[in-house]
Nanobody, 122 residues
């Protein structure tokens, strides 16, 4: 059984920063790619960033240079450091596990957390 628990969301002013965490239970963590997605009500879930089992990362253009994804395999945790936040970053952020890469593209895994709300005020 795999469980993902996100934390770290909250209300922040534009230009601020937050560190999101995703704690993963289960045996898949160290061998699998991980990712963060976000979703605004009424819109499709959007991929934000991914990290391979070896630590290679890639980002959506909308967050490149502002967000950074890290993983701590010893703690079975993946982080999303966000900075220079904008009101358009407001969304529920979800952690995804069990994914893999095809070339440079992250293929969504089947495990999701419950999400953590990030609200950026202008």
């Amino acid at each position: 059984q795999v469980h993902l628990v996100e934390s770290g969301g909250g209300l922040v002013q534009a230009g601020g920063s937050l560190r999101l965490s995703c704690a993963v239970s289960g045996s898949i963590f160290s061998d699998d790619a991980m990712a963060w997605y976000r979703q605004v009500p009424g819109k499709q879930r959007e991929w934000v960033a991914a990290i391979s089992s070896g630590g290679s990362t890639n980002y959506a253009d909308s967050v490149k240079g502002r967000f950074a994804i890290f993983r701590d395999n010893a703690k079975n945790t993946v982080f999303l450091h966000t900075r220079s936040l904008k009101p358009e970053d407001t969304a529920v952020y979800y952690c995804n596990a069990g994914g893999r890469y095809s070339g440079s593209a992250y293929l969504t895994g089947r495990y999701w957390g419950q999400g953590t709300q990030v609200t950026v005020s202008s």
